[in-house]
C-alpha cells in the first residue's frame, strides 16, 4: 500500500506511467514515464520541484539581503510563480507561491526605504547644489581673479559627479551656475585687458620718471635734489606694476641713477662729519652750562637773561649730526619750558583778578559756615539733633573746601 506522506502527499503514478500532480484546484498531469516502477517516476518529478523550492530559497535570501532592487525582485518573483504555476513537478507547490507571495510586504518596505533613501540623496544632493550655486555667484561677485578660475573647475567637476534631482529645480540651479560662471568669466577678462592697460601706462609712467631722475642726477643741491628723488619715488610706487618682462629692468635703472646721486652726496656729506662733530661738542658744553646755571630756576629775570645768552650762542654754531639733533632739541626745550613754567607761576602769582577771585571764595565759603553754625544752634535750642547732624556734615564739607581756598589765596602773597 502507497505512503501519503512525503512526495505521495502531493502526486500519484497512473498504470500507464503517467504522473500527475495534486494541487488546491485538483490533479493535474505533470508527464509520463512508461515502463518505469512508479516510485522511480514520482522521484523525477518529486526532484523537479526539490530544484523548484531550491530557487525560490535563493530567491528568498537575495530579496531579503538587497541584493536586488525592488524592481528587480517582483520580476524575478513574477518569473518563478510562473515556473511553479505551471511546473511539471510533485511537491506542494502551493507551499511556494505562498511563500513568494510573502516576499510582498517585505518588498513594500524595501520600496518605501527606497523611496526616502533617494528622497533624502536628492535633499542631500540639491543642497550640495544650492551650495555650489552660492558659492560660485559669490564668486562671480568677487575679485579672486586667479583662484576663482580653479574653483569654479573644481566646482563644475563636483557639479557633474553628482546625479540630476527633479528636472525643474535642476534646470534652475544649472542656470543660476552657469550664469554666475559666465558674469565671472567675463568680468575677468576685462579685468585683464584693464590690468594690461595700467601695465602699459604704468611703463610709459616710469620711463619718464627715469628720464626725470637722469636730468637731476648731477645736482649738488643735496637737499631739494633728494626731496625731488623722495618725490619721483612716491611717483614710481603709485603707478604701479608694468608688463612683468620690463618692470625689473625699469628698477634696476631707475635705482642705479638713485645710488648714484646718493653715494655722490654721501662722499660730500661724510667731509662735514669732523665740522659737525666739533659743533656737537660745543652744543652739549653750552647745554651742560646752562642747565647748571638756569636750573632750578629760583631768580626768574636772571633766568630769562641767562637763557637769551645761551640761546643766542647756541644757535651761531653750526650743524650737528643729524642723529643728535631730537636728543639736542629735548634739552633746549627742557630748559625753555622750565623758564615758561616759571613766567605762568609769576604770572598766575601776580594777577589781580585771579587774586580777587580767590579772596571772594574765601569770603563766600566762611559765610556758609557761619549759615551752618547758626542752624546747629538753632536746632541745638529745638532738640533737633538730625537737622543739627545734617548741618554738620555740610560744615565739614564746607571747611574742606575753605582750606583749600585758603591755600590758593596764599599763593598770591608769596
Do not use: C
Not at 527633479?166 to 551656475?177: G, I, M, Y
Not at 611717483?235 to 638713485?258: M, N
Not at 650762542?313 to 642723529?323: D, Q, S, T, W
Request: without cysteine.
Amino acid at each position: 500500500m502507497t505512503s501519503l506522506t512525503g512526495p505521495h502527499a502531493f502526486g500519484r503514478v497512473a498504470s500507464d506511467g503517467t504522473v500527475y500532480v495534486r494541487t488546491e484546484d485538483g490533479e493535474r498531469s505533470v508527464g509520463q514515464i512508461p515502463d518505469a516502477p512508479a516510485d522511480e517516476a514520482l522521484a523525477f518529478y518529486v526532484r523537479r520541484f526539490e530544484a523548484l523550492e531550491v530557487e525560490v530559497g535563493l530567491l528568498e535570501t537575495r530579496v531579503r539581503s538587497r541584493a536586488l532592487s525592488p524592481d528587480e525582485a517582483r520580476h524575478s518573483i513574477n518569473t518563478v510563480r510562473s515556473a511553479v504555476t505551471s511546473a511539471n513537478a510533485v511537491g506542494d507547490l502551493a507551499s511556494l507561491a505562498a511563500r513568494l507571495d510573502a516576499l510582498a510586504p517585505l518588498l513594500e518596505e524595501q520600496s518605501a526605504a527606497r523611496k526616502a533613501e533617494r528622497a533624502k540623496q536628492l535633499d542631500v544632493t540639491r543642497q550640495a547644489k544650492e551650495a555650489m550655486v552660492t558659492e560660485a555667484e559669490t564668486l562671480a561677485a568677487g575679485n579672486d581673479w586667479r583662484g576663482g578660475v580653479n574653483r569654479f573647475r573644481t566646482l563644475l567637476d563636483e557639479w557633474k559627479a553628482l546625479p540630476r534631482i527633479d528636472r525643474t529645480t535642476d534646470d534652475a540651479l544649472w542656470h543660476r551656475f552657469s550664469a554666475a560662471r559666465t558674469t565671472y568669466t567675463r568680468r575677468r577678462k576685462a579685468q585683464f585687458a584693464e590690468q594690461s592697460a595700467r601695465r602699459e601706462g604704468a611703463r610709459e609712467a616710469k620711463e619718464q620718471i627715469i628720464a626725470e631722475a637722469r636730468e637731476i642726477a648731477a645736482s649738488t643741491e643735496w637737499g631739494a635734489t633728494a626731496a625731488a628723488f623722495r618725490e619721483l619715488m612716491t611717483r614710481w610706487k603709485a603707478a604701479g606694476p608694468a608688463p612683468r618682462e620690463v618692470d625689473d629692468a625699469l628698477w634696476t635703472e631707475f635705482r642705479a641713477i638713485q645710488d648714484d646721486f646718493f653715494s655722490a652726496r654721501s662722499a660730500v656729506l661724510s667731509a662735514q662729519d669732523a665740522e659737525y662733530t666739533a659743533n656737537l661738542d660745543a652744543k652739549k658744553a653750552l647745554l651742560d652750562e646752562a642747565e647748571t646755571t638756569i636750573l632750578p630756576v629760583t631768580d626768574l629775570n636772571s633766568a630769562r637773561t641767562a637763557f637769551r645768552t645761551f640761546l643766542e650762542k647756541f644757535n651761531a654754531l653750526g650743524r650737528v649730526p643729524r642723529e643728535q639733533l631730537r636728543s639736542l632739541d629735548s634739552r633746549v626745550k627742557a630748559l625753555e619750558a622750565a623758564v615758561r613754567s616759571a613766567e605762568e607761576d609769576e604770572w598766575r602769582r601776580t594777577d589781580p583778578e585771579a587774586k580777587t577771585r580767590a579772596e571772594e571764595t574765601v569770603a563766600m565759603l566762611a559765610a556758609e559756615i557761619d549759615k551752618l553754625s547758626a542752624k546747629i544752634e538753632k536746632a541745638a535750642a529745638r532738640g533737633d539733633s538730625t537737622a543739627a547732624a545734617k548741618a554738620q556734615e555740610s560744615i565739614d564739607t564746607y571747611a574742606a573746601w575753605l582750606a583749600q581756598a585758603k591755600e590758593t589765596l596764599a599763593d598770591f602773597s608769596r
